[in-house]
Nanobody, 120 residues
Framework: QVQLVESGGGLVQAGDSLRLSCAAS????????MGWFRQGPGLEREFVAA????????YYADSVKGRFTISRDNAKNTVYLQMNSLRAEDTVVYYC?????????????WGQGTQVTVSS
C-alpha cells in the first residue's frame, strides 16, 4: 500500500502563494494517477486537482481553476500543488491520494494532510 506524506502548508495572507508537496512511497508511483483533495471541519472531503501518471493531463475543480497548478516529479516520487491567489475559503486541510478512477475518485488511503490557513 502506498504511503503518502503531505507537507508545505502554513499560514499566509490572502493573495499569497504556497506550494504543497506529497511524497509517496513505492516503486510504482510513476504508474499512478494522483490527486489533491481538501477537507474543512465537519465537511466532506472534496476534489481539488488531478494529474495522470505521466503528467500529461491535468484536471481541476472549478473553484481552483486558474489559481492552482498540479505537477509531479516521478524521479522524486512527489506530486505538487502550487497554490496562487489564495483566498480565505481555501483554509482547510489538504491531502493527496492515488486515484482509483480518473479524475476525481481516490483510493481510501490518506496521509495526515497539511493545514493551509489563509488570513483575510
Amino acid at each position: 500500500q502506498v504511503q503518502l506524506v503531505e507537507s508545505g502548508g502554513g499560514l499566509v495572507q490572502a493573495g499569497d502563494s504556497l506550494r504543497l508537496s506529497c511524497a509517496a512511497s513505492g516503486r510504482s508511483f510513476n504508474s499512478y494517477n494522483m490527486g489533491w483533495f481538501r477537507q474543512g471541519p465537519g465537511l466532506e472531503r472534496e476534489f481539488v486537482a488531478a494529474i495522470t501518471w505521466s503528467g500529461g493531463f491535468t484536471y481541476y475543480a472549478d473553484s481552483v481553476k486558474g489559481r492552482f497548478t498540479i505537477s509531479r516529479d516521478n524521479a522524486k516520487n512527489t506530486v505538487y500543488l502550487q497554490m496562487n491567489s489564495l483566498r480565505a475559503e481555501d483554509t482547510v486541510v489538504y491531502y493527496c491520494a492515488r486515484l482509483s478512477a480518473w479524475p476525481t475518485n481516490a483510493d481510501n488511503n490518506w496521509g495526515q494532510g497539511t493545514q493551509v490557513t489563509v488570513s483575510s
